[in-house]
């Protein structure tokens, strides 16, 4: 009996191989890239990776009309340039399957490593099921128990849902993509590549939306009065118990009447509250907190959560669970993770509770547990790695503890019958917050002692004047949970398709802005083929491959279903391509206009632009009035790489325009275009940050290959 296990990537090839093996693991190399060979009770094993996909779907036949529905598996780097380093693996897969009797898939245990492994099973190992390992970490002891508990059979439920799932991507993606690049090329003045999808569609739709209200919000003034007084020599500040006075009248009226020496204290009112420790992470939970904490991007964070899962120190990040069952042995990974300096006391006083039960969440996933460490001890984890994994332990070990004590304490003051009050909070007892410092944060606003009655001095009362504020916009960390509650995407492709938007110009900014490219073709689409933009149709398909998954629809119904949704809407785009392919182009024209415009020129008032040399093939901003009559000579070096947009503000120091760059799989940042600014000087403390961005760049790229 030969045996051939199929993994996912060669790093997790590695780990099952000297999990597995009796003795002495055989690494071959071969065609630039290798696999292994062990023994393991007296049987030959072969465990060889897959680099993710070898098998993608392309259109059957040529022609790039639409709407095309035939598509045909094929293995990816006959589909693609990009993908040709995959075909050394796919070569090594060939010649090993043709030794083996019996197979084994290993992939991750979720619709995308599914749908890998059987597409290798089906058309590398002429086999239509198999055996099945099912692990959530990479750990020496699960992997052996996968194997030795392997499955019997494949989950057809979840590989025909995640089958249906690409073939409906293709089906949108490129009919849609094809039909607005077609518009603007015919209709056009400028070419532009114009794509969108099932989910991104949706979802930038949503985005518009937010943005139209910020753009059509018009503030309302209000006025706020402020009562100051000292104790102590400390200050405090009281605010009009109406939090918003919309009549200035009836605001100078108050203040005038507040202009005494005194005020009276008229009531306090304490409140205890038990604050509960925090649930386990989930992959949306720790992607929200990874860009609260660190500035990291969705993407960012799965990619560094996926390296880490890769080197077995924590367990599948693309979970939507907040448990953490019994079964994990919960005592052991505390016992492993004691053995860590950094973490031994925090466990040591974990252990001290009469009880050590974790506090869950309400969500489940049929697949794995929560976002959990195993209790490997990493080797040397470096910037965002150590971060990351710092977040996930403390938020583990923050999961056993004792509720935490918060007092809120309100006081009232009467000023000449005019009421102000000042509200505190703080923590009593910290409990569970000490396992996760320094992320638990939590106002702490301690008020002065006072007692009822208490007369306290006046230092002075002052009118604020301010406005409403319009809608906040999402940030990429809010947007995932605002997905997730409107079931836009899924857990393991938010941060993707999100990325995406960014990449082709639809948005841009931490605080998402729409751009022009991106309005234009939200009002395109919702004037003519708003079924593209539907969140109702996406989320019925969504609903649809759940059926699928549960084994209660069948995988060719859905698609049918789609092809029909897809052929009307075709057809209703066809009827309307002329006026789509302008709207289209008017919105490509003005941010092409804006993202090469940075500014004013500080000299002669004419517009800088982002040129190209043609003696240095490097691109730097100049100033139009070269070409006028001022032949101004006015330039600036810039980044070479990334996207650069203006943030409409001009640096104190030296007037020249701030801008805003953005690099893909970086931290974006705003500089001013003077390389000799004063601001420059501290640009050496960004060094870490600099350090960091290249971590992730390698990480992103490790996961991608």
């Known amino acids: 009996m030969t045996t051939l296990i199929i993994a996912e990537k060669p790093s997790a090839s590695e780990k099952i191989a000297n999990a597995l093996s009796d003795g002495k693991v055989e690494k071959i190399e071969k065609n630039d890239s290798y696999y292994f060979k062990i023994e393991r009770n007296g049987e030959e094993i072969f465990i060889v990776p897959a680099v993710g996909h070898l098998f993608g779907l392309k259109q059957k036949g040529k022609g790039s009309d639409y709407p095309k529905f035939d598509v045909v598996w094929k293995p990816t780097f006959k589909i693609s340039k990009k993908s040709a380093y995959a075909e050394k693996y796919y070569e090594n897969m060939v010649e090993i399957a043709e030794k083996c009797n019996d197979f084994i898939i290993a992939c991750d245990y979720d619709q995308e490593g599914s749908v890998i492994g059987y597409n290798i099973l089906r058309f590398i190992c002429g086999k239509d099921n198999c055996k099945r390992m099912k692990f959530s970490t990479l750990t020496k002891e699960e992997l052996n128990n996968s194997y030795e508990n392997a499955l019997p059979s494949l989950d057809f439920g979840m590989i025909n849902s995640g089958l249906c799932r690409h073939e409906l991507d293709w089906y949108y993606g490129i009919n849609l993509s094809r039909a607005l690049t077609k518009a603007i090329k015919k209709h056009g003045k400028v070419f532009g590549i114009i794509s969108t999808g099932r989910v991104q569609g949706p979802m930038l739709a949503f985005l518009a939306k937010r943005e139209k209200e910020i753009q059509a919000f018009k503030p309302t003034p209000f006025w706020q009065l402020i009562l100051k007084f000292k104790i102590k020599n400390k200050t405090y500040e009281a605010m009009f118990e109406e939090k918003q006075i919309w009549d200035e009248k009836k605001a100078d009226e108050i203040l005038k009447n507040s202009q005494i020496k005194n005020a009276t204290i008229i009531e306090i009112k304490k409140t205890k509250t038990m604050k509960k420790p925090p649930v386990p992470f989930n992959l949306t939970a720790l992607q929200t907190e990874a860009y609260n904490l660190f500035g990291y991007s969705p993407k960012q964070t799965s990619d560094i959560a996926q ?399």
């Open 307 to 705: 390296n880490l899962y890769s080197n077995a120190y924590i367990s599948y990040p693309r979970t939507s669970s907040q448990k953490l069952p019994k079964q994990l042995n919960l005592k052991s990974i505390l016992e492993k993770l004691a053995k860590q300096k950094d973490y031994e006391p925090l466990v040591e006083k974990l252990f001290k509770l009469p009880e050590l039960k974790p506090n869950e969440g309400k969500k489940t996933d049929p697949a794995h547990p929560a976002i959990h460490p195993t209790g490997e001890i990493p080797k040397q984890l470096r910037g965002p790695e150590k971060k990351i994994y710092d977040l996930i332990v403390k938020r583990f070990l923050a999961c056993f503890g004792v509720p935490a004590v918060r007092e809120s304490m309100r006081i009232m003051l009467d000023v000449n019958n005019n009421k102000y009050k000042i509200t505190g909070s703080r923590t009593i007892e910290k409990n569970w917050m000490e396992f996760y410092e320094p992320y638990a944060k939590f106002q702490e606003v301690t008020l002065p002692d006072l007692n009822k009655g208490d007369k306290i001095k006046i230092a002075g009362v002052i009118k604020i004047d301010k406005e409403t504020q319009p809608p906040s916009r999402y940030s990429q960390g809010s947007i995932l949970k605002e997905l997730e509650k409107r079931s836009i995407g899924t857990k393991a492709t938010r941060a993707n398709i999100l990325q995406t938007l960014y990449d082709r110009n639809f948005v841009y900014d931490k605080s998402i802005h729409v751009t022009d490219l991106g309005m234009s073709l939200v009002e395109a689409l919702k004037k003519y083929v708003p079924d593209i933009l539907s969140e109702k149709l996406t989320r019925k398909f969504e609903k649809e491959m759940e059926l699928i998954f549960e084994r209660k629809k069948e995988k060719e119904e859905v698609l049918k279903e789609a092809q029909k949704v897809l052929i009307k809407t075709m057809k209703e785009f066809k009827e309307n391509e002329e006026e789509i392919g302008k709207l289209l182009d008017e919105g490509l024209l003005i941010t092409r206009e804006k993202q090469n415009t940075l500014g004013i020129c500080p000299n002669c008032g004419n517009k800088l632009k982002i040129m190209f040399s043609p003696r240095t093939r490097k691109r730097f901003v100049g100033c139009e009035g070269y070409r006028k009559e001022v032949k101004c000579k006015t330039g600036f070096p810039i980044p070479l790489k990334g996207k650069l947009m203006s943030t409409g503000k001009v640096c104190e120091k030296c007037n020249t325009p701030i801008i805003y760059c953005y690099r893909k799989g970086m931290r974006p940042f705003k500089m001013c275009l003077d390389p000799n600014c004063p601001t420059k000087k501290d640009w050496k403390k960004k060094e870490k940050e600099i350090k960091e961005d290249e971590e992730i760049e390698k990480i992103e790229k490790n996961n991608n290959t």
